[in-house]
């Protein structure tokens, strides 16, 4: 086994459902094999005693210094499915993040234009149908404030690449510990954002399944705008 830090909330034939820890690829880059990819096919190599080739299919991902549930395919149809699910929205995401500064509005909807700036390394919020750019949209829910942070809750309706990031800094208000968005603090190697709850429909039994993963220890500092913080038991 790898030493990565992953907590499987679910398991079966079909399903690897993680809780992800901030600073950890899904996917390793072209200096790294270290991976929640990796970390995924060696647990199961290793809890099933599988001599060959392991199958994870990636259906769909966190940035790396983003926390929570993550779902992966044991299967190539459970991945083709699921895979389905979320490029038609049919997937329920919900998101908390800690913000700088206080939001001003209790609850709304976010809708902008993003386009990858290879430049700067980001995505920008650009111009209405700019071309390139692609359409963002998220539902929010004030849930705490204080010490000039807010806590938000967060309900993507797309899945564009840092969509959240850019959204909520394009606003002035970027993600706590996010200085690739402008972010005047720092969170170790993870920034204050974390996939809370994940419903999907599964793959095989059509039945609606939901996965929760509490937030990491380190959001223990964030209590004081009523954030609920569990320990997280220790993987196997």
């Known amino acids: 086994m790898t030493d990565a830090t992953c907590q499987v909330l679910y398991e079966d034939n079909h399903l690897l459902v993680l809780a992800k820890p901030p600073g950890l690829a899904v996917i390793e880059g072209t200096r790294t094999h270290h991976s929640v990819y990796r970390w995924a096919q060696e647990y199961l190599r290793h ?10 299919g990636v259906v769909h991902r966190l940035d790396k210094p983003v926390s929570g549930v993550l ?3 044991r299967t190539s149809k459970a991945a083709r499915r699921l895979s389905e699910q979320f490029r ?3 997937v329920e995401k919900i998101y908390w993040a800690i913000v700088e500064g206080i939001f001003p509005a209790t609850q ?6 993003l386009k990858k700036d290879a430049r700067l390394g980001r995505v920008c919020v650009v111009a209405e149908e700019t071309p ?7 539902h929010y829910l004030r849930r705490g404030c204080g010490r000039g942070l807010t806590w938000l809750e967060l ?3 797309t899945g564009r690449t840092h969509q959240l990031r850019a959204q909520l800094a394009h606003r002035g208000h ?4 996010d200085t690739r ?8 190697e993870a920034i204050a954002l974390h996939a809370h709850r994940l419903t999907i429909q599964h793959p095989v039994r059509r039945e609606p399944l939901t996965f929760v993963a509490d937030p990491p220890a380190p959001w223990a500092c964030f209590t004081a705008l009523g954030l609920p913080v569990r320990p997280q038991p220790r993987s196997e």
């Open 47 to 56: 809890k099933y005693g599988k001599r060959g080739g392991v199958y994870v």
């Open 155 to 157: 309900r993507p309706q």
């Open 71 to 73: 779902l992966l395919a």
């Open 88 to 90: 038609t929205a049919a």
């Open 108 to 113: 709304g909807t976010l809708r902008d234009w």
């Open 174 to 177: 970027p993600i706590y510990g």
């Open 132 to 138: 390139g750019s692609r359409l963002a949209v998220v």
């Open 181 to 188: 968005y402008g972010s005047r603090h720092r969170f170790n």
